[in-house]
């Protein structure tokens, strides 16, 4: 999305390492009533292991990943990357 492709070149982040982060990283939260379409969050590192948060949503009838938005996680709010702070 337009919105993704903004958030990726304000934190520095190329596509190559969102897609490497995504491959290698994990599903840490689903959002299984987002419209249009389910989508879910995924941790995953750059090649430096630097963190990479991405949420994507996926069209199951044309199969095909929406990269939503992506961002470096702020370690102020979040645990090991995972977990929200409350």
Do not use: M
């Amino acid at each position: 999305t337009n919105h993704a492709s903004e958030e990726a070149q304000d934190d520095g982040l190329d596509f190559e390492e969102i897609f490497y982060s995504v491959r290698n990283g994990e599903i840490i939260k689903d959002y299984p009533e987002d419209q249009p379409y389910p989508s879910c969050l995924i941790y995953g590192t750059n090649l430096d292991g630097e963190p990479i948060h991405s949420v994507w949503s996926y069209n199951e009838e044309i199969q095909q990943a929406i990269l939503v938005t992506v961002y470096r996680p702020d370690p102020t709010r979040w645990i090991n990357w995972r977990e929200r702070r409350t």
